[in-house]
């Protein structure tokens, strides 16, 4: 991998990350950029706990562009965009709209692949490890910036999970802060560990290979599961079998094994419901631990891939008992639906 960081033209990051070590990046960003102005603040919520982030400069950014328009596809043709060059393999760049910013942390965007018409699951076994290492890189270099204490890195894919832009991309946040959802599962796995257990994630793991009507895929270094409590309609979580903290601790033979688990996994989503059904919408988020927050070191890191469809043409949307409570309701049977991600196995 070749990394090449450069500046736009109102002074954001952009990094480069290209399979060829002979890649020359220097095209320069010709817009007429006026600096970012961002009013992001962190509030805390006294009654729950939390944190919230206000940022109402964010009503601006960019709102579904014809694919003509599309800001994260190279410039080309005449047509200056936020990557500077005609072309890419991987990119990163600070966010021009970001939620988090400044002291308060850090918002990016990573382009996947140049291809507008592609989705993560078309991409080659060594693009997707291309993007893992660009995730990796970004997860050590966030690390070293004062003030964030969580990097997480993210896809939103389809209109219907409330993406604005169709090219292929993901985001990657430095929280100030460990993330509340983080937090329950540390606070889970102390008190585990506190009442004579061992460690929590590893006992989670042990028990869906163990009882295996949950698991979906599994290979040499990674198991993918359906989780006994699952939230969402269609919900699998990734972990490596050799558990480690964060993206940065994972050793060469799982980096190489996970394009394969992980494109086959997003592929088998996109056959869930059938040829007939536009693609899955769905999240994938990688949680990893928090740098300094304690029971760091039994924290597992693992991916967590959803989707809002619970049956063709119908969503599962977060109503009174899930969003006024936080209370899941799931209607697909998490047993039923490890089984329907079994039979649509690529052939």
Avoid at 160 to 170: A, C, F, K, R, S
Avoid at 290 to 301: E, K, Y
């Amino acid at each position: 991998m070749k990394k090449t960081s450069t500046r736009l033209a109102d002074g954001r990051e952009l990094v480069y990350y290209d399979s060829r070590d002979d890649a020359v990046r220097d095209a320069a960003d010709r817009r007429p950029l006026d600096a970012v102005s961002t009013a992001s603040e962190i509030r805390h919520d006294a009654l729950l706990g939390d944190s919230v982030a206000v940022a109402s400069h964010r009503q601006g950014r960019t709102y579904h562009p014809p694919a003509d328009e599309c800001p994260l596809c190279p410039s080309r043709d005449g047509r200056l965009s936020e990557i500077p060059d005609t072309d890419y393999d991987v990119v990163v760049f600070e966010n021009r709209f970001p939620s988090l910013a400044g002291e308060r942390g850090r918002c990016e965007v990573v382009c996947f692949t140049s291809d507008h018409d592609a989705s993560f699951a078309d991409l080659s076994e060594e693009q997707a490890g291309l993007v893992l290492e660009a995730w990796t890189d970004r997860t050590a270099e966030l690390a070293a910036v004062p003030g964030v204490e969580q990097v997480f890195c993210f896809e939103n894919r389809g209109a219907e999970i409330g993406v604005t832009l169709q090219h292929p991309h993901g985001q990657i946040y430095g929280y100030p802060f460990t993330t509340p959802r983080t937090d329950l599962m540390l606070r889970s796995a102390a008190d585990h560990r506190a009442a004579g257990g061992g460690n929590l994630f590893d006992e989670v793991v042990a028990r869906e290979r163990e009882e295996g009507s949950r698991v979906v895929l599994e290979g040499e270094h990674w198991i993918a599961f359906v989780p006994y409590a699952a939230h969402w309609p269609y919900e699998v979580h990734l972990y490596p079998k050799r558990r480690v903290p964060d993206l940065r601790a994972l050793d060469g033979a799982a980096r190489t094994e996970f394009p394969q688990i992980y494109l086959e996994l997003l592929r088998r989503f996109d056959r869930i419901f059938g040829d007939a059904e536009p693609p899955t919408p769905y999240i994938a988020a990688w949680h990893q631990a928090p740098f300094t927050a304690p029971g760091r070191d039994d924290f597992a890191l693992h991916l967590e891939l959803f989707t809002i469809r619970r049956t063709s043409g119908k969503l599962k949307f977060l109503a009174g008992s899930e969003s006024g409570m936080s209370v899941f309701i799931n209607d697909v049977p998490p047993e039923a639906a490890a089984g329907r991600l079994r039979e649509v196995a690529s052939k």
